[in-house]
């Protein structure tokens, strides 16, 4: 089935632990993206690809990173886990970068305790 | 900065329409997006608009004034299913999309 993957679904973690958001595009989309959402504030983007071996840093980068080894894969790791970074966290891709719709991924609701 | 309101939430009945609007105000303007999003689900594309004008697409139509910053979305024969946040979000100068935070609508019978 065309389409994202994100894994976990959902992860608790306790405050200063490694953590790596998993997500898989099979669409060939180049451009990827990383987006935290919190209740009352619109989506913010994290970390984009624009294309495989290419990262960048959006609205709110600090203490995540980013790797696109391939056009499939794009995991986002948080390096040493804090509170703040409770969140749901949704990748998206789409065609030829932000000129075309993104296409979102299920998300990854995470708790840091 | 850059910002864009939408109301926080709406109430309309079934079989009625309804009018989302949303201002923005970003760093360049290269097109309008709204989505819609259910309760713990992803979002997905309802619309675009980059030139003025009113774009139609079955019961949802989406509409774009530039020179004032502004944007509805129009949802006609309300169903219960259309009870769902919607987001607004607009690309920038630097081809990023800028997000609302999202308008909830509930649908009564």
């Known amino acids: 089935i065309a389409g994202i993957t994100q894994a976990p679904t959902s992860q608790i973690l306790a405050a200063g632990r490694r953590m790596t958001l998993r997500c898989t595009q099979d669409?060939?989309?180049?451009?990827m993206y990383w987006y935290r959402q919190d209740l009352g504030l619109g989506l913010r983007l994290i970390h984009y690809?624009?294309?495989?071996?290419?990262?960048g840093k959006g609205e709110v980068p600090d203490g995540y990173s980013v790797s696109r080894a391939n056009t499939d894969d794009f995991p986002l790791t948080l390096a040493s886990a804090v509170p703040s970074q409770t969140s749901v966290y949704f990748c998206?891709?789409?065609?030829?970068?932000?000129?075309?719709?993104?296409?979102f991924g299920p998300g990854t609701r995470l708790t840091v305790l | 900065g850059q910002n864009i309101d939408q109301p926080t939430e709406m109430t309309a009945t079934e079989g009625a329409i309804v009018q989302i609007n949303c201002t923005y105000q970003?760093?360049?303007?290269?097109?309008l997006f709204w989505y819609q999003q259910h309760a713990g689900e992803a979002p997905t594309f309802l619309s675009y608009?980059?030139l003025d004008g009113l774009e139609e697409k079955g019961r949802f139509s989406s509409f774009l004034s530039r020179s004032k910053g502004y944007s509805y979305l129009l949802l006609k024969e309300l169903q219960m299913k259309d009870s769902a946040s919607y987001l607004c979000?607009?690309?920038?100068?630097?081809?990023?999309?800028?997000w609302g935070a999202g308008t909830k609508l509930i649908i009564k019978p």
């Open positions: 608009n980059v």
């Open positions: 979000a607009v690309r920038d100068s630097n081809y990023q999309l800028i």
């Open positions: 970003t760093s360049g303007f290269n097109g």
């Open positions: 669409m060939r989309h180049n451009a």
């Open positions: 690809s624009n294309t495989a071996g290419t990262t």
């Open positions: 998206a891709s789409s065609e030829g970068g932000s000129y075309n719709e993104q296409f």
